[in-house]
Nanobody, 116 residues
Framework: QVQLVESGGGLVQAGGSLRLSCVASEPIPSRAVMGWFRQAPGGQRELVAR???????NIAPNAQGRFTISKDNTKNTVYLQMNSLKPEDTAVYYC??????????WGQGTQVTVSS
């Protein structure tokens, strides 16, 4: 099973930017859908962005125009560029590899805290 490790989280002021990275332990399968999810305290895990096998992307409405997802196959890495951050973006961010119907993988998460 592919292991995922996220990094890049931290504390940032509102309006600032962060770039999250998700490194896979082996080449990302070409048919995989890679996604970033987040979970705020007391909340449910929600999809933030995903990149499909054809390179197209889906961004959640509350992140459109601010967040961008990209993938570098040469580095087995998926990125989430987050700009114009808001306090409500505060959450643990998780990387996910979807290989349905095969089992997927989750990373351990990285904390993002946006201060007002």
């Amino acid at each position: 099973q592919v292991q995922l490790v996220e990094s890049g989280g931290g504390l940032v002021q509102a309006g600032g930017s962060l770039r999250l990275s998700c490194v896979a332990s082996e080449p990302i399968p070409s048919r995989a859908v890679m996604g970033w999810f987040r979970q705020a305290p007391g909340g449910q895990r929600e999809l933030v962005a995903r990149i499909l096998s054809d390179g197209s992307t889906n961004i959640a409405p509350n992140a459109q125009g601010r967040f961008t997802i990209s993938k570098d196959n040469t580095k087995n890495t998926v990125y989430l560029q987050m700009n114009s951050l808001k306090p409500e973006d505060t959450a643990v961010y998780y990387c996910h590899l979807d290989l349905w119907p095969s089992p997927g993988s989750w990373g351990q998460g990285t904390q993002v805290t946006v201060s007002s």
